[in-house]
């Protein structure tokens, strides 16, 4: 028998508990031995919780007990969790964790740690949620050499551009994603775009076997998103999804998060609600896909658990993961030229059309769009300067 612990008692580490209580002889199967939750670290008491017996509101008592051979540190956030995870990866213990901002930030050093010390430090749920990704990319897919990630990494923007795409304005689809518990009271690190960021530098140091510092990730939200660039794209057959990206060029790796355009036939177009998709391009296999729910309590529980049973069928010795020390410096992305599909006030329309003479036009009442060919951003900014200063414009994916 293992014995385990829980850092953090929130939604993702009850939902580690539930997955354990549940699927215990699931877990066994895949462990290969049982799986016990010892202890529970948070600084609240949780009376007739299942497992109040098991809260301790001392670290200590977790990372002095030699019976406890993993964590789960489902904490959130850089500090304390860095330094509670530091700790028990010196005291040889794995640790599991959901937490893409500590991953982010210390990734390397911890999963370093880990190795020096015969222990693991794994994160499949820190990106995609339940979608088993980074195993996949480690495991099935091993042998490939990837040169293209690409997907929708944050359920509430998704659904936020969802229920924009039926009609509603983006303000009244933040306040629908806040009432149904998808957005949070403060939701920038969604709609600005930060949490996808996190997500595509942990992908892109997975992909090149380095270190992507999400800080050097050129990041862009869906606040300048309006309902009438739905309808536009629509209008040219295609939806408006945030994509996180990570390919390999002849300039060097190319990474970023924004909104683009993608035709209606393309997978992650029809990827609707609070679910998320990451398609992965290999050398030798092509394109691959790879669907479920981005979040959630027991999506994201879930994977956890599948961390835990893998550290225990490998004895609790380190799993290699494949992220080092060594930077990955992006390349530069005023190098990148896109098609941009751009929105102006109906009443510049002539002034669009002319300027952007090869551009495909469309209009509705209130608003004049077109598809541009490839060009660098400063270009366009310079163009449209002359033209409105309410212009929007969006980049068209051009694969």
Excluded at 310 to 335: H, L, S
Excluded at 356 to 367: P, V, W, Y
Aim: contains cysteine; proline residues 4%; hydrophobic residues 40%.
């Amino acid at each position: 028998m293992i014995s385990i612990a829980i850092l953090g008692y929130g939604t993702v580490g009850s939902g580690v508990a539930h997955v354990l209580d549940e699927n215990i002889e699931e877990v066994r199967n895949s462990a290969g031995e049982e799986v016990c939750l010892k202890a529970i670290l948070d600084l609240r008491d949780f009376p007739g919780d299942p497992h109040e017996a098991q809260v301790t509101h001392d670290y200590e008592t977790i990372l002095n007990d030699p019976e406890i051979r993993v964590i789960c540190e489902t904490m959130g956030g850089e500090n304390p969790a860095y330094e509670f995870t530091k700790k028990a990866l010196q005291a040889g213990k794995s640790v599991c964790t959901s937490n893409k901002e500590l991953v982010a930030l210390h990734g390397p050093e911890l999963v370093r740690i880990a190795s020096e010390h015969g222990v693991s430090y794994l994160f499949e749920a820190s990106v995609g949620g339940g979608i088993p990704i980074l195993r996949t990319l480690a495991g099935a897919l091993a042998s490939e050499k990837i040169d293209h990630i690409t997907g929708i990494l944050n359920g509430t923007t998704n659904y936020i551009l969802t229920r924009m795409e039926e009609g509603i304005s983006f303000d009244d689809a933040l306040a629908d994603a806040q009432e149904k518990g998808y957005a949070e009271r403060d939701p920038s690190a969604d709609i600005e775009g930060h949490d996808a960021c996190r997500k595509i530098a942990i992908l892109g140091s997975l992909m090149t076997g380095g270190y992507v510092d999400a800080a050097q990730v050129p990041t862009e939200g869906i606040t300048r998103i309006t309902a009438d660039d739905l309808k536009g794209a629509s209008q040219f057959g295609y939806a408006v999804k945030l994509l996180g990206s990570s390919r390999r060029t002849p300039q060097g790796l190319e990474i970023s998060v924004a909104p683009f355009l993608i035709p209606e036939d393309h997978p992650l177009a029809s990827v609707r609600g609070v679910f998320n998709a990451i398609a992965v391009h290999g050398n030798m296999l092509g394109t691959s896909m790879y669907y479920g729910q981005g979040a959630g309590r027991d999506a994201t529980a879930s994977a956890v658990v599948a961390d835990v049973c893998e550290i225990v069928k490998n004895g609790c010795g380190n799993v290699p993961v494949a992220m080092t020390g060594m930077r990955v410096e992006p390349a530069a992305e005023e190098d990148a030229a896109w098609p941009f599909f751009v929105r102006v006030p109906r009443v510049n329309k002539a002034a669009l059309f002319s300027t952007f003479i090869d551009a495909k036009g469309q209009e509705t009442d209130t608003a004049a769009f077109i598809i541009t060919a490839p060009m660098k951003e400063s270009v366009l900014k310079e163009k449209l300067a002359r033209i409105s200063n309410e212009a929007g414009w969006i980049r068209v994916m051009d694969e």
